[in-house]
T-cell receptor, first 115, second 115 residues
Framework: ELKVEQNPLFLSMQEGKNYTIYCNYS?????LYWYRQDPGKSLESLFV?????AVKQEGRLMASLDTKARLSTLHITAAVHDLSATYFC???????????????FGKGTKLSVKP | NAGVTQTPKFQVLKTGQSMTLQCAQD?????MYWYRQDPGMGLRLIYY???????DKGEVPNGYNVSRLNKREFSLRLESAAPSQTSVYFC??????????????FGDGTRLSIL
């Protein structure tokens, strides 16, 4: 069974602190996506990671991909309240016979950044 | 730039009623997707259309049908709604041929309650 597991599922941080969200997946894939969702809103694309060792950074967020370990991380640096949201990773399962672009999502990490 | 537009945004149905959720994209994308999101869960793929004229089942297709009306529009139909189909439904689109290089773009969602 194909699984995408995120941890932690809930994260309460103080402003200014650093933390990492982990995304483990059970299939062979070199395509992983991170999305952000604000309460009651749609999903916004954050990062597209397309190869082993890929690293992308945007502001206080940095994402990386290790395809050999089947692990992606989303690192938060010096958190601010505006980063409060739910973060999802999603894995493309084309290599498992899925059609191009079929994604398996993790359950999401609900991040709350407090002053 | 409208992107992906879903209608309606909210709907309440009674068990056994039918309805169609509409989705349209103006990005000239080839591929379109329907997901459902339940509390504490990631998104799960219901159906997808890799290109105009084709549709395929995703992870949770039971109780749903879809129609790819043209390149822009992809509708999701509930023939006989059940309380288990209470969820938030998201439509998404992606370029298709090189879809893995770009993230999927999501609509704002339809919040559906079935009593």
């Amino acid at each position: 069974e194909l699984k995408v597991e995120q941890n932690p599922l809930f994260l309460s941080m103080q402003e200014g602190k650093n933390y990492t969200i982990y995304c483990n997946y059970s299939t062979t894939s070199d395509r992983l996506y991170w999305y952000r969702q604000d309460p009651g809103k749609s999903l916004e694309s954050l990062f597209v990671l397309l190869s082993n060792g890929a690293v992308k950074q945007e502001g206080r967020l940095m994402a990386s991909l290790d395809t050999k370990a089947r692990l992606s991380t989303l690192h938060i640096t010096a958190a601010v309240h505006d980063l409060s949201a739910t973060y999802f990773c999603a894995v493309d399962i084309k290599n498992y016979g899925g059609s191009q672009g079929n994604l398996i999502f993790g359950k999401g990490t609900k991040l709350s950044v407090k002053p | 730039n409208a992107g992906v537009t879903q209608t309606p945004k909210f709907q309440v149905l009674k068990t056994g009623q039918s309805m169609t959720l509409q989705c349209a994209q103006d990005m000239n994308h080839n591929s379109m997707y329907w997901y459902r999101q339940d509390p504490g869960m990631g998104l799960r793929l219901i159906y997808y259309s890799a290109s105009e004229g084709t549709t395929d089942k995703g992870e949770v297709p039971n109780g749903y049908n879809v129609s790819r009306l043209n390149k822009r529009e992809f509708s999701l139909r509930l023939e006989s709604a059940a309380p288990s189909q209470t969820s938030v439904y998201f439509c998404a689109s992606s370029e298709g041929r090189t879809t893995w290089q770009q993230p999927q773009h999501f609509g704002d969602g339809t919040r559906l309650s079935i009593l």
